[in-house]
């Protein structure tokens, strides 16, 4: 018998204008951080999401760096952040001397606003310096929230309170580019838009990529700009090189934004594609009584990045990974929880439940753009037969 072909859990899909692109790049010479591209790129994003502008960046934990500097995130602070996440969040944190106050997930794995809100409400001062923890002393001066898999995070009933507190909003949307919030103030709003800071990837994993990359969002075109400077080195005087600040080379280059400006033009197929063969996999899996996938929440639409595919025992996960590698099949466990990582251990922390409940139930499966209703079959056939002989 031949062995299974390989089924990756998510690999990119570049058959549009990449090559072209990047040609024009190296037969023009403009490789580096400086070339229409960048530029290019930078207002095709922000035209899909409808902000005034955007700024690329070498990576998303570029951009979630400078969205903590611009809203005055400095040592001894504290960020609001979610435990169930990719550890890039909570690291910027760090990068800013501050530290993380870590909270839990809700059904959709997002972080829990309601028990954030209780803690302000209950746990805090407000002060003329912003919002104050009581048990530390120290000043909260943002929350990191994360949509996770895509899943735009319920924000919307907690906006009021996060202005009413003084706390900015930065959304980690590195995994949630084409989702959307379906009615803000009678409008569509795209995800990444609706806090102060929205912050993407484009890592080759991403709904698009640039085989590394990111970028930031703003609503005020003033902090744009400052993020422009910054990641730029601070260059205050580009001829003589005088810098007023500590600036960050975190710039883009021009190959991987043209990579970008071919990605964006599939960006909307992309989406359509996640879509259907999330409900393939739904309809297909429909007969597994073990398993479960996590669906979009009526109040947004997402973009389907991951596949989380929810197990009624985790007991089974390990097993279920092994069965379905031997058949060639790639999956994955969600990131360990991030307040028991070795060097967050001893933070802050909000009563977290839900994602200790959860972790060890979750598994992605593969999700790429160009897997066939073939690989779907393989896939779900895989975990089917786990269970029928699991359970014999």
């Known amino acids: 018998?031949?062995?299974?072909?390989?089924?990756?859990?998510?690999?990119?899909?570049?058959?549009?204008?990449?090559?072209r692109y990047v040609s024009e790049c190296i037969e023009t010479e403009w490789v580096?951080?400086?070339?229409?591209?960048?530029?290019?790129?930078?207002?095709?994003?922000?035209?899909?999401?409808?902000?005034?502008?955007?700024v690329a960046m070498v990576n998303g934990t570029a951009s979630l760096h400078i969205a903590l500097k611009l809203a005055g995130v400095g040592p001894d602070d504290e960020v609001i952040v979610p435990t169930v996440t990719f550890v890039a969040p909570v690291n910027t944190v760090r990068y800013c001397g501050a530290h993380p106050i870590f909270a839990d997930c809700d059904a959709y794995l997002n972080i829990d606003l309601e028990?954030?809100?209780d803690f302000l409400a209950t746990k805090c001062d407000k002060t003329p310096m912003g919002a104050r923890n009581r048990e530390t002393g120290r000043l909260i001066k943002a929350c990191i929230i994360v949509h996770i898999f895509g899943m735009p995070v319920n924000i919307?009933?907690?906006l009021t309170t996060f202005k009413a507190w003084g706390i900015s909003i930065v959304e980690d949307s590195t995994e949630a580019l084409g989702s959307f919030y379906r009615n803000i103030d009678g409008q569509k709003k795209m995800a990444g838009t609706v806090g102060e800071y929205g912050c993407f990837s484009f890592n080759g994993n991403k709904i698009i990529t640039t085989g590394g990359g990111g970028m930031l969002v703003a609503q005020d075109p003033q902090?744009?700009?400052?993020?422009?400077?910054?990641s730029t080195q601070a260059k205050d005087d580009e001829l003589y090189f005088v810098h007023n600040h500590i600036g960050y080379n975190y710039r883009l280059t021009n190959v991987q934004a043209a990579i970008g400006v071919a990605q964006m033009e599939m960006l909307p197929t992309f989406v359509d594609k996640k879509r259907k063969n999330f409900r393939t996999y739904r309809s297909m899996l429909a007969s597994v009584e073990q398993v479960s996938l996590i669906e979009e929440p009526d109040y947004a639409f997402s973009n389907c990045w991951y596949y989380a595919l929810v197990l009624e025992n985790g007991s089974d996960r390990a097993a279920l990974m092994e069965a379905l590698k031997l058949s060639?099949?790639?999956?994955?466990p969600i990131w360990y929880l991030q307040h028991l990582q070795k060097p967050f251990q001893g933070s802050f922390l909000l009563p977290?439940?839900?994602?200790?409940?959860?972790?060890?139930?979750?598994?992605?499966?593969?999700?790429?753009?160009?897997?066939?209703?073939?690989?779907?079959?393989r896939v779900c056939e895989g975990i089917a037969t786990f269970?029928?002989?699991?359970h014999q």
């Not at 580096?32 to 955007?54: I, N, Q």
């Not at 060639?328 to 994955?332: F, L, V």
């Not at 269970?387 to 699991?390: L, M």
Request: with cysteine; hydrophobic share 35%; charged share 20%.
């Open 1 to 19: 018998m031949m062995p299974s072909a390989h089924l990756p859990l998510s690999v990119p899909c570049l058959k549009g204008n990449e090559l």
């Open 352 to 377: 977290i439940e839900t994602a200790l409940n959860l972790y060890d139930r979750i598994l992605n499966i593969p999700c790429s753009v160009s897997l066939s209703e073939d690989d779907i079959v």
């Open 156 to 158: 919307v009933p907690f």
């Open 387 to 390: 269970y029928e002989k699991r």
């Open 328 to 332: 060639g099949i790639e999956t994955r």
């Open 115 to 117: 028990k954030v809100t």
């Open 32 to 54: 580096s951080s400086v070339g229409k591209y960048v530029s290019e790129f930078e207002t095709r994003f922000s035209d899909y999401l409808g902000t005034p502008g955007a």
């Open 223 to 230: 902090n744009l700009a400052f993020a422009k400077y910054l």
